[in-house]
């Protein structure tokens, strides 16, 4: 007989290397260097521990409907493309560290890419997420690819809230294609 397991935490997403602009890896270094209480050796190392979750995009097909003989309405499933069916959305949220420069970093390199003069940086590298089993082995893996970033939620500060608390925010990813991989390794 086997449990099924009740983990929704059986995934692997890292940043891939380049995702964070080498300015912005160079800039930021001496700051994860001097703190005591960080364990990583460069940006893209310390982005990526701070994943709390993934939304993975949603499916929805419209379909079409015709008026049979006598007034009755049947539906047929949608001619469209089915990559057309996906949401084409993903949205990554991120915890919040100290002095939020998780966040800080996460906008300084959104602003780099969203500049158009670097012509070959129109995407992203390719995103993944890889779904573990019960023993920790990869079983399907998702590729997300060329995405861009669409949107980077707000942060709120306040005087008034001094209780130590749990705080995020989102990033969300528009790609252009979904590729599902089994694997069998």
Same mark, same amino acid.
């Given at each position: 007989?086997? !449990?099924?397991?009740?983990?929704?935490?059986?995934?692997?997403?890292?940043?891939?290397?380049?995702?964070?602009? &080498?300015?912005?890896?160079?800039?930021?270094?001496?700051?994860?260097?001097?703190?005591?209480?960080? !364990?990583?050796?460069?940006?893209?190392?310390?982005?990526?521990?701070?994943?709390?979750?993934?939304?993975?995009?949603?499916?929805?097909?419209? &379909?079409?409907?015709?008026?049979?003989?006598?007034?009755?309405?049947?539906?047929?499933?949608?001619?469209?493309?089915?990559?057309?069916?996906?949401?084409?959305?993903?949205?990554?949220?991120?915890?919040?560290?100290?002095?939020?420069?998780?966040?800080?970093?996460?906008?300084?390199?959104?602003?780099?890419?969203?500049?158009?003069?670097? %012509?070959?940086?129109?995407?992203? %590298?390719?995103?993944? !997420?890889?779904?573990?089993?019960? %023993?920790?082995?990869?079983?399907?893996?998702?590729?997300?690819?060329?995405?861009? !970033?669409?949107?980077?939620?707000?942060?709120?500060?306040?005087?008034?809230?001094?209780?130590?608390?749990?705080?995020?925010?989102?990033?969300?990813?528009?790609?252009?294609?979904?590729?599902?991989?089994?694997?069998?390794?």
């Amino acid at each position: 007989m086997s !449990i099924i397991n009740s983990n929704s935490s059986n995934f692997i997403f890292t940043f891939p290397k380049g995702f964070f602009n &080498p300015t912005i890896e160079a800039k930021y270094l001496p700051y994860i260097k001097r703190q005591p209480d960080l !364990i990583w050796d460069d940006v893209t190392g310390l982005m990526n521990s701070q994943v709390q979750s993934i939304s993975m995009p949603s499916l929805s097909m419209t &379909p079409v409907e015709q008026v049979r003989k006598g007034g009755k309405m049947q539906s047929y499933k949608s001619a469209r493309p089915v990559p057309d069916y996906f949401s084409n959305e993903m949205t990554v949220t991120m915890r919040c560290l100290n002095g939020y420069i998780n966040y800080w970093i996460f906008l300084e390199n959104l602003l780099m890419h969203l500049d158009l003069v670097d %012509e070959d940086g129109l995407y992203f %590298e390719d995103l993944y !997420i890889r779904m573990l089993n019960q %023993e920790g082995y990869i079983v399907q893996t998702v590729r997300f690819q060329k995405p861009t !970033i669409t949107n980077l939620s707000e942060i709120s500060l306040s005087y008034s809230d001094n209780n130590p608390s749990f705080k995020t925010f989102d990033c969300t990813f528009r790609y252009n294609a979904l590729e599902l991989i089994v694997e069998n390794d």
